[in-house]
């Protein structure tokens, strides 16, 4: 019922309905889920100046959802949101800046960005500037300023902020070497499926580091690891 108001109201040109429009048929929230209508609604708003459709639209052309593949236009889009204070284009932008895509690679970009959604709380932002800190892309390495940025993500159930974070603990880098808490750390993320955590898992069982030393398990680990071709 939602939906046919929005798509009634939308006829009549509001950027703030057609970007809700978008975003259900985005979503396939209380509709069938169409990309191409979540793409025409949605850029209507973003041509209006509408932040979150912006974003929409761009995530859209990025992916290839309803519409063909245009990473430089979905650049653009991010970039637009991104500077009206949007913290998952901010985030999107970043990453594309950091893999070369859209645009050639510019890791000093990716930092520009990836800081500010960071610091609105964007998880995906935060794992993905510390791994800038963590390999000394477009910043002074900084072990310490990555093993801080993995922390919320990994808190919050993300696999390779916690691999990430567990393997800083085991090699003691930016923070005291650790075992317990390294395994605590890679379990989860073997746990999660992550196969290069299950290999490191295993090798932790197999040496005792942070726990008794366990070889049934530490087998375990590597079979599982082995069924998922690492």
């Known amino acids: 019922e939602a939906a046919q108001w929005y798509q009634k109201a939308a006829q009549g040109g ?22 191409a209508q979540a793409v025409y609604w949605s850029r209507k708003a973003a041509e209006q100046g509408d932040v979150a459709a912006q974003n929409n ?13 245009n990473p430089q236009e979905a650049l653009s889009w991010f970039r637009k949101a991104a500077e009206a204070g949007n913290a998952n284009a901010q985030s ?32 995906v932002a935060q794992i993905n500037l510390g791994l800038l800190f ?16 993995y922390q919320k993500p990994a808190a919050a159930g993300n696999s390779t902020a916690q691999m990430n974070l567990g393997m800083l603990y085991r090699n003691g880098l930016g923070v005291p070497q650790d075992y317990p808490q390294a395994l605590n750390w890679i379990r989860k993320a073997a746990e999660a499926g ?22 049934a398990q530490a087998l375990a680990w590597y079979l599982r690891a082995a069924e998922s071709g690492s």
Do not use: H, I
Request: aromatic share 6%.
């Open 14 to 35: 509001a950027a703030s309905v057609q970007s809700n429009l978008g975003m259900l048929y985005l979503t396939g929230q209380g509709l069938t889920r169409d990309f």
């Open 92 to 123: 999107s932008l970043g990453s594309m800046y950091s893999s070369g895509t859209g645009t050639p690679q510019d890791f000093a970009e990716a930092v520009r960005w990836l800081r500010k959604a960071a610091d609105q709380g964007d998880l």
């Open 134 to 149: 963590q390999n000394g892309q477009g910043v002074a390495q900084d072990y310490a300023k990555a093993a801080e940025l």
């Open 194 to 215: 992550v196969p290069s955590a299950q290999v490191n898992l295993g090798m932790m069982l197999q040496n005792g580091q942070g726990g008794p030393q366990d070889f």
């Open 57 to 69: 639209l761009a995530l859209c052309l990025k992916e290839g959802l309803g519409v063909e593949k």
